[in-house]
């Protein structure tokens, strides 16, 4: 999938769909730790479903700053990022961390873009290129689990 998330006009915009994103996300970490037989990989998928809690933690204290309420949920596309996983499951640990993999690529382009969003205000873009390197952490664990 490609995401157009992170090169909204406004800082406001930016935020919400952030939001979406990693309420996204994280329904799909919570699917990929429900079917995952591997404990070690169970644990770090953990890992990196509270770094994208500490993400919407954040994105949410934003949008109260910016006065604007903050999506508890995601949208549509958790129906991809979950189904991915699920479809998976049904070949095994690796697959699912390849169709997680993918998912990734969608939140480090959302997060690389935000971090050179004009919009944003430089305290933002700041948090922004922290979680791109969370989500880059993420997707080199997937990638690297998933050919091991």
């Known amino acids: 999938m490609v995401t157009t998330v992170g090169t909204e006009t406004t800082f406001e915009k930016l935020v919400e769909n952030l939001l979406i994103l990693e309420h996204d996300a994280m329904a799909a970490y919570e699917s990929t730790i429900e079917r995952l037989d591997d404990p070690q990989a169970k644990a770090k998928i953990g890992e990196f479903l509270n770094d994208h809690r500490q993400h919407v933690a954040e994105l949410t204290r934003l949008a109260s700053t910016l006065g604007i ?80």
């Open 69 to 148: 309420d903050a999506p508890r949920e995601g949208d549509a596309k958790e129906w991809l990022t979950t189904g991915k996983v699920a479809l998976a499951s049904l070949v095994g640990d690796k697959t699912i961390l390849k169709a997680m993999s993918s998912n990734e690529t969608d939140t480090c382009t959302a997060y690389d873009e935000a971090s050179r969003n004009a919009a944003a205000s430089e305290e933002a873009r700041g948090f922004f290129r922290k979680a791109y390197a969370d989500e880059v952490r993420h997707k080199t664990y997937m990638d690297q689990a998933a050919t091991a």
